[in-house]
């Protein structure tokens, strides 16, 4: 199952999380390291981690080296950086996910040495999980990509998006691993350009074909014929199926539609909120326009000019041929059969 | 008619053709002065001056300021100059129909004295032409806006794509100056982002309400009923209805479609290519990569990506609510009513 090339850019050294500041990629390879709660959520909210299960991760590690940097410490405090991080970003579930499994450590009455043990190690689980379940995703969904496929991908869904693996990028390094002759068409994803910056890095990593094409360019790259299958990440999914994920990723769902090309979420079971029932219950974070009208500090729009810069769109479910999640591939009936994957999770 | 906010942006002073460099807005206004052919070559091909209008008019400019430098010139050279710029850009039609206008008068047989006062009164008579062509698509299109609506632009079919006054922005000037409550999604266009720095640069000035927008929230800005119409430009139509234009604009027919919005394009009879019976004949000018993998000599790559980039797009007739030219507005069954159009123009 290790079949893919992991990326080491989340981890523990000692009472610090190391984490590759994904800002500064492709040019420099930078190491932040963090030793508190605070710095965790910095990191977060300005995207030097990012991607759904990747900030899940950083933000069960986070609690944990908040903790051990302190000589004592309260439940109290220990809950207002739950408290803190929760805050760092509203969409993607998996930030909840996790920060609920540490929540509950902290409120199970143990002592603080104990409790601090115990963080410890269902930080490093959460982690081992993620790497697991991408290898699982892969597993179940490599098949779904055919020996000369064309590929369109959306932001970042692999290694930085996670763990080390990927999501739906994991599917991708697996059927190239397996020998399939594919070819991704790497969306460059604006504003922040996840995917020029990060998706092509780790695919030349990986020696995997790509191509870089503006988000623009997806609706032609599917009338020609080169692309015919979608794949991308989610960072919240509801009961319903419908889901949130990067700005752009609706478009290329009804584009995917129109064309009759398959249009594949992959996602860990951490991704299901079981309280979001709609698409239209997932709250939407607006970053700042900056982001739009500034490029590396050079101004693109003149002077007056204001933007709108929701970070996710949502999908709705009609538009998805499927969810790959560690489980196995969720089709239709989405309701039903995604009630069956989050029961299985809260037992 | 005079209702419209007309932009000088390309003119004649003496024996030179004077420019606004667009790759140097929002942040500079930067005039050119161009003397001969290659000059006007080179501002065409690197889009100091562009927009399918404006780059026919300054090729009819062109070939003018060419010629008014020498003390002497023969037909040969004439014919060498119209070749040099109708080599420029591929795609846009008004460049061959406007430089085959010229390249008539310079085959008349007249001497070269009547000949270059005859190339100078055509080219005034061109960008005359196309002031009154905008003003009359404004006058058949602005009542396709209604009040309240939210209207997608893509690219700049404004005053600078033009003689001055705008393809599909005319209409928004008009619905505007009408006293319309509208608002304009900018999409920002990449990777050169003519949306942002020119299109939102001429609505600011012009005090139109607008939004800067990514080309990926198009999807998303239309699910929400923010936009409820598309108005785009043209590069080249064909005889079917089919159209090039900017890249993306094919992605946002389609996503006009799958939200029942109506979509338009925008475009003076010199746009319709009466040699190009459909969008499968149309030549896709492909740029460089290096305009996708960097921003202002700015790296956003990994240094071996390679990018693909295509500067249109064609999108196909069936996906076309209407087309807006300054004979009226144009609908289905295309082949037979642009016929129509086309066969009069040529008469």
């Known amino acids: 199952m290790s079949y893919v090339p992991v990326i080491r850019h989340l981890y523990l050294e000692g009472r610090e999380l190391a984490i590759l500041d994904q800002r500064a990629l492709p040019s420099e390879e930078r190491i932040m390291r963090l030793k508190n709660a605070e710095q965790v959520y910095g990191a977060i909210k300005s995207l030097a981690v990012r991607g ?87 597993g179940f969904g490599a098949e779904l990509i055919r020996d000369g496929d064309g590929i369109i991908s959306h932001c970042n869904a692999g290694g930085l998006a996670t763990g080390g693996n990927g999501t739906s990028v994991a599917l991708i390094y697996e059927a190239h691993r397996a020998g399939k002759r594919i070819k991704v068409y790497v969306d460059e994803t604006r504003p922040l350009l996840q995917g020029s910056r990060l998706t092509a890095w780790e695919l030349e990593k990986a020696g995997v074909p790509y191509e870089i094409i503006t988000d623009s360019m997806a609706g032609t790259v599917m009338q020609s014929g080169k692309a015919n299958i979608v794949l991308v990440g989610a960072d919240r999914i509801a009961l319903n199926g419908d889901f949130a994920n990067k700005i752009g990723t609706y478009s290329l769902a009804v584009l995917a539609k129109y064309h009759g090309i398959p249009f594949y979420t992959v996602a860990p079971v951490s991704t299901f909120d079981p309280d979001t029932p709609d698409g239209k219950s997932i709250p ?64």
């Open 284 to 347: 939407i974070e607006q970053r700042d326009p900056i982001e739009v009208l500034e490029f590396a500090g050079i101004r693109t729009a003149p002077g007056g000019a204001k933007a709108y810069n929701p970070a996710f769109d949502v999908t709705p479910s009609e538009l998805v041929s499927g969810i790959v999640c560690d489980r196995g591939l969720i089709s239709c009936p989405y309701d039903e059969n995604i009630k069956i994957v989050v029961d299985r999770e809260q037992k």
């Open 52 to 138: 759904a299960p990747a900030i899940g991760i950083a933000a069960a590690y986070g609690i944990y080296v908040h903790l051990a940097n302190k000589d004592l410490f309260t439940i109290d405090e220990a809950l207002e950086a739950v408290d803190l991080l929760k805050s760092a970003r509203p969409t993607a579930y998996n930030l909840f996910y996790t920060l609920a499994r540490q929540e509950k450590i902290i409120r199970s009455g143990k002592s603080p040495g104990l409790i601090l043990d115990m963080l410890f190690t269902e930080a490093k689980r959460i982690h081992d999980e993620d790497l697991e379940q991408s290898a699982r995703m892969a």
